[in-house]
């Protein structure tokens, strides 16, 4: 198992992920994050906030960036 960090990116402010969560590899670190996002999108609408700008920066923990997904990239309309 890998250790992957989901650092949160909003505009130019950059929220660092100190714990960081186990994946077996990048794929499924790219999923938690989907999952992870959808669950923030979920929050943003009950709390009526925006998430213009707002992304899950996955990073491993050898400091590699593994994939970017935005809050916009999760919902389906």
Do not use: N, P
Not at 47 to 58: F, H, K, P, S
Not at 59 to 77: E, F, P, R, T, Y
């Amino acid at each position: 198992m890998k250790r992957y960090f989901f650092h949160i990116r909003e505009c130019d402010d950059l929220e660092l992920d100190v714990e960081g969560i186990e994946f077996v590899d990048d794929a499924a670190a790219r999923i938690g994050a989907i999952s992870a996002a959808k669950e923030m999108v979920m929050e943003a609408v009950v709390c009526d906030t925006r998430i213009d700008g707002r992304q899950l920066e996955i990073m491993s923990a050898g400091g590699d960036l593994v994939a970017v997904v935005s809050l916009q990239s999760v919902i389906k309309i």
